[in-house]
């Protein structure tokens, strides 16, 4: 009942984001929302203070804004959270994005600004949420060799790395792309249930097209429940427990 990885910020939501997160607040015990630009960084915090121990944040800068930012906001930025964590439950989402940018010389600045955010993450004591597209392999060498514990990775496409993210210990959180995408219905079916957490990425991937919400994990845990051939309740359940602890959020459930 936790949705631990959507935008709340974006503007998609600029007409009515409090209906929306009112009616999150009806089912859901708690939201995780990823503040991937320093632009948003206010609007993220706001939410924070308004919606306490409802609405949580993570924050980064995502791999795809690299070429929008000067050392100067970076280092800012950093501060900010520094300055902030006590509102902050993890740093994400951050990575590598291969898709999106394809040139060497600002591929190797993503790798940088990656290692610094795990540098980041581990100074602040916080989690990491990891966005990779076109990247796994980079992604988690670069986890690995940094001695990253606590990595989520979003919406894990990477099948044939999975065996390392399991020995690494580490948590997938998937959305609804296992409605459609086979490769990623694969990897729910091979992860351990109790290294599984619920994501919609709203407002993108909507189970049926337009804007999504966070209500949606509803439909992500029960194909999970489809997949494994478990009980719906023990997917919701467990995948509620698995965000509580993996993000330390002080909230009963
Ligand atoms: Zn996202």
Redesign the pocket.
């Known amino acids: 009942m936790i949705d631990v990885?959507?935008?709340l910020e974006n503007e998609d939501y600029n007409k009515d984001r409090d209906d929306v997160i009112k009616e999150c607040k009806k089912e859901l015990k708690a939201v995780i929302t990823?503040c991937?630009n320093p632009k948003n960084y206010n609007l993220t915090m706001d939410l924070i203070r308004k919606y306490r121990n409802f609405v949580f944040g993570a924050f980064s800068i995502?791999p795809i804004y690299i070429k929008d930012m000067t050392k100067e906001e970076k280092e800012e930025y950093f501060n900010l959270i520094r300055d902030n964590k006590d509102h902050v439950v993890a740093i994400g989402?951050t990575g590598l994005d291969y898709y999106w940018v394809k040139e060497e010389e600002w591929r190797e600045k993503q790798r940088e600004l990656f290692r610094e955010m795990i540098r980041l993450a581990k100074e602040l004591k916080k989690p990491l949420?990891i966005?990779a597209r076109d990247s796994y392999e980079d992604c988690i060498e670069i986890l690995e060799n940094e001695g990253a514990r606590r990595v989520d990775l979003?919406?894990f496409g990477g099948r044939k790395l999975l065996s390392r993210v399991i020995e690494n210990q580490w948590f997938i959180s998937m959305n609804a792309i296992i409605l459609r995408s086979k490769n990623h219905k694969k990897i729910i079916r091979d992860m351990p249930l109790d290294r599984i957490m619920l994501?919609t990425?709203s407002p993108?991937l909507a189970p049926d097209g337009g804007r999504n919400t966070p209500l949606t994990i509803k439909k992500v845990a029960e194909k999970i429940a489809d997949i494994k051939k478990l009980d719906f309740e023990e997917v919701w359940r467990t995948c509620g427990r698995n965000a509580v602890k993996f993000f330390n959020l002080p909230i009963e459930l």
């Open positions: 990885h959507c935008h990823s991937a995502h989402e949420v966005h979003h919406m994501e990425d993108w």
